[in-house]
């Protein structure tokens, strides 16, 4: 076998029990020190400058040992008191893996006791060195597209037929939350708050991963247990543009400007998340947008939207400092926060008097325009129902990934889907919408236009749909009133803000300590 191979055992033996995992935690650390892609040469991840988690031997690992991943999340995702905390960090500091009576305890064994001797190695470390391998492992499963389950973003399956003799962990979302939701959540919020404040990249990447395939029902739990999750965020993003400023002006390290350009993947991928998931309601997006806190008499964003603003302002520095942000990775970076600053803007408190960035203020009008023509508000409704993973019924929560199953379209126009013959009728006569209002509409400016029937609108069809309307004055009047229509229902799913999350932002908007009770 090889080294990876002797340590994936080695450590599958030792997590056999998730909630009291055998040996020292130096020796955890340094298994999956190993398993995270790293040689006996390199330093300890944590102890170095940021760099994510990105190893060619993941996708292995998820086929051949899935027991000790399962293992990882399982603990990670389990709720511990401060007396269970006090007993795991004891146990974790103090060494008992040879045993006496052993003469020849392996050279692996040997080495991994040598790991990063000047380190004195405890419970931090392991959960942190937990999340960033699990983060790098949930990652390399939505970057191959390799889920076999039923995900909440679109497409993660798509290549699971080339294991289906062997599927590559996790096969179901049960194996990520395996102590139910809500009691999931709240261990891994647990697990989170062991991540320093410069140093949450791996959390929030862990995060992003874990809405893809388990969808937005993490959201609520995760701020309920964890409301300051938004706020960590904006650390990163703060924590970046003020080393970018101390660095003006000098030569910058390539581990500083790699360290960098992760962090803003990260950010950047996690708002393309939040923002892509076919059942986030516009309660998820506010929930990370309206953070605010006083700001010279008044209160300011300081979430997503301020995220974006910042780092838009900052790139052009970053720019200037650094030899691996290239012209078009700085473009890219350019529009892509400007794209999600403009939509967050749309979700900020009318309080916030802030003036944001020109591009995002730009980027907002545009599409503030497109809202007001009605044939673009329909082909957004369209594209949006086209790509829609969840009960189009008003009231009902039901998603792909909570059936484990795909709903049927509406027979009469195709459009919206539901999970229920009852979800069905109750969408049909809804006292404010009314499905049967716009059913047959529907279906005529879907055959007009050539709409494909079943699966997810692109821009190959976006200029045919938009010309056929513009075309026909009959055409153009079924788009205005669908496109009304389609924009209400995305609209119309309203959820309650988790209770902690509420209290830590009335705290946060007082000036007052949020930490304080």
């Given at each position: 076998m090889?080294?990876?191979?002797?340590?994936?055992?080695?450590?599958?033996?030792?997590?056999?029990?998730p909630?009291?995992?055998?040996g020292?935690?130096?020796?955890?650390?340094?298994?999956?020190?190993?398993?995270?892609?790293?040689?006996?040469?390199?330093?300890?991840?944590?102890?170095?400058?940021?760099?994510?988690?990105?190893?060619?031997?993941?996708?292995?690992?998820?086929?051949?040992?899935?027991?000790?991943?399962?293992?990882?999340?399982?603990?990670?995702?389990?709720?511990?008191?401060?007396?269970?905390?006090?007993?795991?960090?004891?146990?974790?500091?103090?060494?008992?893996?040879?045993?006496?009576?052993?003469?020849?305890?392996?050279?692996?064994?040997?080495?991994?006791?040598?790991?990063e001797?000047?380190h004195?190695?405890?419970?931090?470390?392991?959960?942190?060195?937990?999340?960033r391998?699990?983060?790098?492992?949930?990652?390399?499963?939505?970057?191959?597209?390799?889920?076999?389950?039923?995900?909440?973003?679109?497409?993660?399956?798509?290549?699971?037929?080339?294991?289906?003799?062997?599927?590559?962990?996790?096969?179901?979302?049960?194996?990520?939350?395996?102590?139910?939701?809500?009691?999931?959540m709240?261990?891994?919020?647990?697990?989170?708050?062991?991540?320093?404040?410069?140093?949450?990249?791996?959390?929030?990447?862990?995060?992003?991963?874990?809405?893809?395939?388990?969808?937005?029902?993490?959201?609520?739990?995760?701020?309920?247990?964890?409301?300051?999750?938004?706020?960590?965020?904006?650390?990163?993003?703060?924590?970046?543009c003020?080393?970018?400023?101390?660095?003006?002006?000098?030569?910058?390290?390539?581990?500083?400007e790699?360290?960098?350009?992760?962090?803003?993947?990260?950010?950047?991928?996690?708002?393309?998340?939040?923002?892509?998931?076919?059942?986030?309601?516009?309660?998820?997006?506010?929930?990370?947008?309206?953070?605010?806190?006083?700001?010279?008499?008044?209160?300011?964003?300081?979430?997503?939207?301020?995220?974006?603003?910042?780092?838009?302002?900052?790139?052009?520095?970053?720019?200037?400092?650094?030899?691996?942000?290239?012209?078009?990775?700085?473009?890219?970076?350019?529009?892509?926060?400007?794209?999600?600053?403009?939509?967050?803007?749309?979700?900020?408190?009318?309080?916030?008097?802030?003036?944001?960035?020109?591009?995002?203020?730009?980027?907002?009008?545009?599409?503030?325009?497109?809202?007001?023509?009605?044939?673009?508000?329909?082909?957004?409704?369209?594209?949006?129902?086209?790509?829609?993973?969840r009960?189009?019924?008003?009231?009902?929560?039901?998603?792909?990934?909570?059936?484990?199953?795909?709903?049927?379209?509406?027979a009469?126009?195709?459009?919206?889907?539901?999970?229920?013959?009852?979800?069905?009728?109750?969408?049909?006569?809804?006292?404010?919408?009314?499905?049967?209002?716009?059913?047959?509409?529907?279906?005529?400016?879907?055959?007009?236009?050539?709409?494909?029937?079943?699966?997810?609108?692109?821009?190959?069809?976006?200029?045919?749909?938009?010309?056929?309307?513009?075309?026909?004055?009959?055409?153009a009047?079924?788009?205005?009133?669908?496109?009304?229509?389609?924009?209400?229902?995305?609209?119309?799913?309203?959820?309650?803000?988790?209770?902690?999350?509420?209290?830590?932002?009335?705290?946060?908007?007082?000036?007052?300590?949020?930490?304080?009770?």
């Amino acid at each position: 076998m090889s080294r990876l191979d002797d340590v994936a055992v080695l450590f599958t033996s030792c997590m056999k029990d998730p909630v009291r995992p055998k040996g020292c935690a130096r020796l955890l650390c340094g298994c999956l020190h190993v398993l995270d892609g790293q040689s006996e040469d390199t330093r300890f991840a944590l102890l170095e400058r940021y760099n994510m988690p990105n190893y060619e031997d993941y996708e292995y690992i998820r086929r051949t040992y899935s027991e000790y991943l399962s293992a990882c999340a399982a603990f990670l995702s389990l709720p511990l008191s401060t007396q269970d905390e006090e007993e795991l960090n004891s146990s974790l500091r103090t060494c008992t893996c040879f045993r006496r009576d052993e003469r020849n305890p392996g050279e692996l064994l040997l080495w991994l006791h040598t790991f990063e001797t000047a380190h004195e190695f405890a419970l931090d470390d392991f959960i942190q060195a937990l999340i960033r391998h699990l983060a790098g492992i949930l990652n390399n499963a939505v970057k191959t597209k390799t889920v076999p389950g039923v995900a909440a973003l679109r497409g993660l399956k798509r290549y699971r037929k080339k294991y289906a003799a062997n599927p590559p962990w996790p096969v179901d979302k049960s194996q990520l939350i395996p102590h139910g939701i809500e009691q999931s959540m709240k261990g891994y919020a647990e697990a989170f708050r062991w991540c320093p404040l410069d140093r949450f990249h791996d959390g929030l990447l862990l995060v992003d991963k874990l809405l893809a395939i388990c969808g937005r029902s993490v959201i609520a739990h995760l701020l309920q247990f964890l409301p300051e999750f938004p706020i960590r965020i904006t650390g990163l993003s703060n924590a970046l543009c003020q080393e970018c400023e101390a660095t003006r002006g000098t030569t910058v390290d390539f581990g500083v400007e790699r360290s960098w350009m992760c962090t803003l993947v990260i950010i950047v991928d996690f708002c393309r998340t939040l923002l892509t998931l076919g059942e986030t309601t516009s309660t998820d997006i506010s929930l990370f947008v309206r953070v605010a806190a006083p700001y010279k008499g008044t209160n300011r964003s300081i979430g997503l939207l301020f995220v974006c603003d910042t780092i838009l302002n900052h790139l052009p520095l970053i720019r200037e400092s650094t030899t691996l942000f290239t012209e078009f990775y700085f473009n890219e970076f350019a529009m892509t926060f400007a794209r999600f600053g403009a939509i967050f803007y749309s979700y900020n408190s009318p309080e916030d008097t802030t003036v944001y960035h020109d591009a995002i203020l730009l980027l907002h009008e545009e599409l503030a325009d497109d809202y007001e023509d009605s044939s673009k508000a329909a082909w957004e409704g369209f594209v949006w129902i086209s790509a829609i993973r969840r009960c189009c019924a008003p009231e009902c929560p039901e998603t792909f990934v909570t059936a484990q199953r795909t709903f049927a379209r509406c027979a009469g126009c195709g459009v919206p889907r539901y999970c229920s013959r009852e979800c069905q009728k109750l969408a049909w006569k809804h006292a404010v919408f009314p499905h049967k209002d716009v059913c047959t509409k529907l279906r005529v400016l879907k055959e007009r236009t050539n709409l494909p029937k079943d699966r997810v609108l692109t821009q190959n069809e976006h200029m045919p749909f938009i010309d056929a309307c513009n075309a026909d004055d009959e055409l153009a009047a079924l788009a205005q009133e669908c496109g009304r229509h389609l924009r209400n229902m995305m609209k119309a799913r309203k959820e309650s803000v988790p209770e902690a999350f509420e209290a830590f932002q009335a705290k946060l908007a007082k000036g007052a300590d949020p930490a304080t009770k």
